[in-house]
């Protein structure tokens, strides 16, 4: 050992050869970790696309649901043709009702419920939840549904997780498989009252002194805000960006004096009556909105925390259906088309908004920011992202453990 | 003695170091960005093929076209791969209904044709030579062969 140390102390070649090693040892903690970052970075694109195909493939399964609506409408048109013609005929003996007979059929296979939209997983909707699970597998993403490979046993966090038609509904209703629809009922014939009126303000930026008024339709949440319902004032309009607050009073869309008279209750009731009347299946929401949001995650082999881990990748995937009406008239409009949406990380403060009006659930910390997003797993705490917190939502009791490895 | 003479002048050492040394520096040098570059053009071909594919999805041209779609998306980084290594095997994508459902009820093929079950798509494996320079060519002179698996359904099939 002294004539080691005396070498590589004392002699130039042997200091020559202590630089050399020197210099292999850091080149190769860089090829390891380009390799390792580089390997991450092919992990990362092919989960955004696994993702991108999944969400892809529900949409195609959703807009084939689509289609099958206006054939059922058309056979619902028939159907009305046929009673018509039969109790015309038999001068109102027999009415073969069939087009109730249509409707139950639809009612059952699109998940449609007498209230507008309710979620059945005996339904076509099912189909597409079910297919999504099939692409994402084929995709090589994690799939932990109960099966046959698991021992039906339910994980935690299952994924994939798919939110449809999340801008239009609740979280709760979200998760379930749906399709947006609704009868058509007679009260939609009738004109509704004018809605009340919410206005937000802010004061002139040119320091004017005046108060400068926006109704609801030119302001929108604010993306860079820590502020839980910090609304702005649209983007392309005058003031853009301004932040606003909402006017304490809302005005009134109808006079009150009117909605309470006989008048006004009887319209309602009358509005009431006339939903019972159902016509043909039709969108729940004016415009129609029809979207399927898909979580999940891609497992790789790469190690982390001194190889105690593996490296998960998460994505989240959007697609939008764009077409034409269901009505029967509507058959020969083209068939729906499916529009990958980028998915934009400012929705994360909407979507956190989402948990927290679910009742009963803690409330949620800071708005995550960019930079939580690239980090593996939020930080532990009362948070809606907590499993025992999203079991608490279904009424399950999910016990806690330490961390949720691989959290977006 | 007269070999043990030039050992005992150290006139010059540094400059021998030196000319040993750099050599092998820029040579490590050189193979870490060949990597790098090697992990830029896979994200670009998984990323290539992924919109090639999602082209198809959204219906702008059938099966047989995502080579071509494939090799334009890669823009400016076909230099570094051999076109005619394009190699796309397909099979029908693993569905619950839809096409596969379609062949195996023979008696319902005429009724759902049209449109019940009218969604399909594909799954493919792709595979392409990269063609690695100047340093990984002399090592690897049939390049390095990229591969990758994805499928997806459309609508209508």
Excluded at chain 1, 60 to 70: F, I, S
Excluded at chain 1, 108 to 129: A, H, R, V
Excluded at chain 1, 356 to 366: D, E, T, Y
Excluded at chain 2, 60 to 77: D, S, T, V
Aim: aromatic residues 10%; positive net charge.
């Amino acid at each position: 050992m002294r004539k080691i140390s005396a070498f590589i102390s004392e002699s130039a070649a042997g200091q020559a050869l202590l630089a050399t090693l020197m210099f292999c040892f850091i080149f190769v903690v860089l090829f390891a970790g380009l390799y390792k970052a580089g390997l991450s970075y092919i992990q990362k694109e092919k989960a955004l696309r696994g993702t991108d195909m999944t969400a892809l493939s529900v949409g195609a399964v959703y807009a084939n649901g689509l289609q099958l609506v206006r054939y059922s409408n058309v056979a619902l048109m028939a159907s009305l043709i046929a009673d018509v013609v039969t109790y015309v005929g038999t001068e109102g003996r027999v009415d073969l009702n069939l087009r109730g007979k249509i409707q139950n059929i639809q009612k059952k296979i699109f998940g449609i419920g007498q209230s507008g939209d309710e979620p059945s997983l005996i339904s076509y909707p099912l189909l597409f939840w079910l297919e999504g699970l099939q692409m994402a597998k084929n995709n090589q993403l994690m799939c932990n549904w109960p099966g046959f490979s698991n021992g039906f046993n339910l994980p935690l966090l299952p994924l994939p997780m798919f939110l449809f038609n999340p801008e239009t509904s609740d979280l709760q209703r979200s998760l379930i498989p749906n399709m947006a629809l609704k009868f058509r009922s007679a009260a939609d014939f009738m004109p509704e009252f004018p809605s009340d009126k919410v206005f937000y303000f802010h004061a002139d930026p040119n320091g004017s002194g005046r108060i400068i008024y926006h109704p609801l339709e030119e302001v929108e949440p604010a993306t860079d805000s820590e502020h839980r319902g910090q609304m702005w004032v649209k983007p392309g309009l005058p003031y853009q960006y301004t932040y606003c607050k909402m006017k304490p009073v809302v005005t009134p869309g109808v006079d009150p004096k009117f909605k309470n008279s006989f008048l006004g209750k009887s319209l309602d009731a009358t509005r009431e009556l006339l939903k019972n009347i159902q016509f043909d299946v039709t969108h729940a929401d004016d415009p129609h909105n029809h979207t399927v949001v898909v979580c999940d995650q891609l497992p790789s082999s790469i190690s982390k925390n001194s190889g105690k881990d593996t490296l998960n990748f998460h994505s989240l995937s959007e697609i939008k259906l764009v077409g034409g009406g269901l009505a029967a008239w509507d058959i020969a409009q083209p068939k729906f088309k499916v529009r990958l949406i980028p998915f934009e990380p400012q929705k994360l403060p909407v979507l956190r908004d989402w948990f927290v009006s679910i009742p009963g659930l803690p409330s949620a910390p800071a708005i995550p920011r960019i930079g939580d997003i690239l980090q593996q797993g939020l930080p532990r705490g009362p948070s809606a992202a907590n499993p025992e917190d999203i079991g608490k939502m279904f009424g399950i009791d999910i016990p806690s453990i330490p961390s949720i490895p691989g959290g977006f | 003695m007269g070999l043990l003479k030039p050992l005992r002048n150290s006139k010059g050492q540094a400059l021998n170091e030196m000319l040993i040394v750099i050599p092998l520096l820029l040579i490590l040098a050189a193979s870490l960005s060949q990597l790098a570059i090697l992990i830029r053009e896979k994200v670009q071909f998984e990323h290539a093929c992924g919109l090639a594919v999602r082209q198809y999805a959204l219906g702008q041209f059938p099966k047989e076209e995502i080579a071509n779609a494939l090799w334009n998306n890669l823009g400016a980084e076909q230099k570094y791969f051999d076109k005619g290594s394009v190699n796309i095997s397909a099979q029908d994508t693993k569905t619950l209904l839809g096409r596969d459902f379609r062949g195996q009820f023979v008696f319902l093929r005429t009724v759902m044709k049209e449109g019940l079950f009218n969604y399909g798509g594909g799954d493919w494996t792709i595979t392409i030579r990269y063609r690695s320079f100047p340093l990984l060519g002399v090592l690897l002179p049939n390049g390095i062969l990229f591969q990758t698996r994805l499928s997806v359904l459309r609508h209508p099939a």
